[in-house]
């Protein structure tokens, strides 16, 4: 498989990322990264469209201080794991499975689940297929979509705009989904994409988002849901006040979720759709707070 490699000067001194590199080569023969800080209980970070694991700088330094063994992966297609030249590499199953391959590898047990955006999609279809690895979830601005339901106007519009600009500029897109930050910011999340080559993964993801029952995704997520809607383990919503896409989801996944019964579920004021971004102290304090 051809991919491209985002250079590791791109990455050099970074605000607020001092992580140490962590790489898996998985099966196929690409390289996939991953943050790995602390010790303890495992925590899951999973990030969406467009961002990679930057984006929880601020939540990974108080989860593993608590004593939480923190995984951040970057997708493939993104961060500092490689980007796969052909569009057709890029699938609802084949992130899926990219995700495993390195859960499974690093032999994540008992694992407690942070979800947003595309994270959502992949992390509620992994809790879904495979639930006796995880302890318990938290959801943030995302769903777990079966084409039944139009996912509304303000994504679709995004959807047709994410294949017909002729430069997609990531950072750019970031900060228009949060309350904003320094340019030192937005350049860091151009980082992993030097090159409009480099965005493969970016472009193809609004596509893969089922929006009708024709979808290939549809049923292996209605099966999902099959066992979410029987899921009694603790699980959390932590929405922002301030995204348009998913306003509401939280409210349908805790109707749908009996582990959503008795959970402190809250709101996370004057935060956009990456309220990790805009708010991610007072989400890790929330999560460290969490007692189940």
């Known amino acids: 498989m051809e991919y491209f490699r985002t250079p590791d000067s791109r990455f050099q001194n970074l605000p607020g990322y001092p992580f140490t590199p962590n790489y898996l080569e998985l099966k196929n023969g690409l390289r996939m990264h991953y943050v790995d800080e602390g010790q303890g209980p495992v925590f899951l970070l999973l990030h969406g469209e467009p961002s990679w694991s930057y984006l929880y700088r601020k ?3 108080p989860l593993a201080n608590s004593g939480f063994r923190v995984i951040a992966p970057d997708l493939v297609g993104f961060g500092k794991s490689d980007k796969p030249k052909d569009p057709q590499a890029y699938t609802y199953q084949s992130h899926l499975d990219w995700l495993k391959e390195l859960v499974h590898n690093l032999g994540l047990k008992d694992i407690s689940l942070y979800c947003q955006d595309w994270g959502g999609l992949l992390g509620l279809r992994f809790v879904g297929e ?8 938290c959801a943030a601005n995302t769903f777990l979509p079966t084409g039944d339901v139009s996912p509304g106007k303000v994504f679709l519009r995004w959807q ?10 990531i950072g750019e897109l970031i ?28 472009r193809k993801f609004p596509l ?8 290939p995704a549809c049923i292996p997520n209605r099966k ?10 603790p699980f959390l919503t932590l929405f922002s006040d301030g995204d348009p896409i998913t306003r ?4 349908a996944l805790r109707e749908r979720i009996p582990g959503a019964s008795g959970q402190p579920h809250d709101t996370i004021v004057d935060a956009g759709h990456f309220l990790q971004e805009d708010k991610g102290e007072e989400i890790a304090a929330k999560l460290i707070s969490w007692k189940v």
């Not at 999902?224 to 383990?233: G, H, K």
């Open 59 to 61: 939540m990974i330094p």
């Open 208 to 215: 893969l988002v089922p929006t009708t029952t024709e979808d």
């Open 248 to 251: 509401g989801g939280d409210i």
């Open 160 to 169: 047709k705009s994410s294949q017909t600009m002729p430069v997609m500029k």
């Open 224 to 233: 999902a849901w099959e066992v979410l809607s029987r899921w009694s383990r």
């Open 130 to 137: 495979e639930p006796d690895l995880f302890r318990r979830v």
């Open 175 to 202: 900060r228009k989904g949060c309350k904003g930050f320094a340019p030192e910011i937005e350049s860091a999340y151009d980082a992993p994409f030097p090159e409009e080559a480099f965005k493969v993964a970016a």
